[in-house]
């Protein structure tokens, strides 16, 4: 089976990672993955099209390269390549916090990007996991989300997979935040489509997993797309969901209060565009010599 998401931005996003955000959804939706709520999917139709190009890609490309990725490369490797490629595109989130006027949360995870990036040697490494600075998933569309901007009708992407008309082109803006974007130009390009790939099939190597919950399923499709709109609403609301927000035909993802804490601690962003598995010895937040971040 397959999905496509997760990184944050339409234009990095590769064709493994269509499957990230909701296979990722699946595993930790946490408190929302209970609740129903019915789909916004006017599009329901070209949706399900989509989907099934992408579930070929998958299968075909995005899936074998996972498993011989994972099958050939140590552990402790796939850690520190997981946090090397996660660091990368870590200012997003410290961005977003400031933008949602979470400040605190802004500065400590400036100081997370700052720490890895020069004693975790670029990030290969996590020691501000150890010094207390936890990671944080945040995008431009969760910003939007939570100022008040609704998520529209779902939306499935070409190759990015499970999206909304609120966070697509939000994708684009977090391109201007990743660490990427400002290589020399004469290589940016280049090295983008590098950085891209390999972090999807890092991603996608994580999530092998989690294909028998999807294959196994009556309807993939519905099962995916609820997870997905679940859990971009779990984290809008920084986990803070009423009950009643489960229950209602309403697309609003209403903002969290200012109070309300900061509940989606986990890896890249992502990926994402998307959270990842709870962390473990492959997951992006597990570095190379066994710590988790």
């Given amino acids: 089976m397959a999905l496509l998401?997760?990184?944050?931005?339409?234009?990095?996003?590769?064709?493994?990672?269509?499957?990230?955000?909701?296979?990722?959804?699946?595993?930790?939706?946490?408190?929302?993955?209970?609740?129903?709520?019915?789909?916004?999917?006017?599009?329901?139709?070209?949706?399900?099209?989509?989907y099934a190009f992408n579930d070929a890609i998958d299968r075909m490309l995005a899936k074998p390269l996972a498993r011989g990725y994972k099958a050939v490369t140590p552990r402790p490797v796939r850690g520190a390549v997981s946090n090397f490629l996660a660091n990368l595109y870590y200012p997003t989130t410290a961005l977003n916090q400031f933008l949602q006027g979470k400040f605190r949360y802004g500065?400590?995870?400036?100081?997370?990007?700052?720490?890895?990036?020069?004693?975790?040697?670029?990030?290969?490494?996590?020691?501000a996991t150890k010094f207390g600075l936890g990671a944080h998933d945040e995008d431009f569309g969760q910003t939007l989300g939570h100022w008040g901007v609704p998520p529209g009708p779902y939306l499935v992407l070409p190759l990015f997979g499970p999206s909304d008309f609120r966070d697509a082109p939000s994708r684009l803006v977090d391109t201007y935040t990743e660490v990427p974007h400002y290589a020399p130009k004469k290589i940016r390009t280049k090295t983008g489509l590098i950085v891209r790939g390999a972090r999807g099939i890092d991603q996608r190597a994580q999530l092998i997993g989690a294909d028998e919950a999807i294959s196994s399923a009556f309807d993939p499709y519905s099962?995916?797309?609820?997870?997905?709109?679940?859990?971009?609403?779990?984290?809008?609301?920084?986990?803070?969901?009423?009950?009643?927000?489960?229950?209602?035909?309403?697309?609003?993802?209403?903002?969290?209060?200012?109070?309300?804490?900061?509940?989606?601690?986990?890896?890249?962003?992502?990926?994402?565009?998307?959270?990842?598995?709870?962390?473990?010895?492959?997951?992006?937040?597990?570095?190379?010599?066994?710590?988790a971040g």
């Fill in 223 to 291: 099962l995916l797309r609820d997870a997905y709109v679940r859990q971009r609403l779990y984290n809008v609301m920084d986990g803070n969901v009423p009950a009643e927000n489960f229950d209602d035909d309403t697309d609003t993802d209403a903002a969290p209060s200012p109070a309300a804490p900061d509940l989606k601690t986990g890896p890249d962003p992502a990926a994402v565009a998307l959270p990842a598995p709870a962390a473990g010895p492959d997951s992006p937040t597990a570095s190379a010599d066994g710590g």
């Fill in 5 to 50: 998401t997760a990184s944050h931005a339409a234009a990095r996003r590769r064709p493994a990672a269509w499957r990230v955000a909701a296979l990722a959804a699946i595993a930790l939706a946490g408190p929302a993955a209970a609740a129903e709520k019915k789909a916004n999917d006017p599009l329901e139709r070209l949706n399900r099209a989509t």
């Fill in 107 to 127: 500065v400590s995870d400036s100081a997370r990007f700052l720490v890895n990036s020069t004693i975790g040697i670029g990030g290969l490494f996590d020691p």
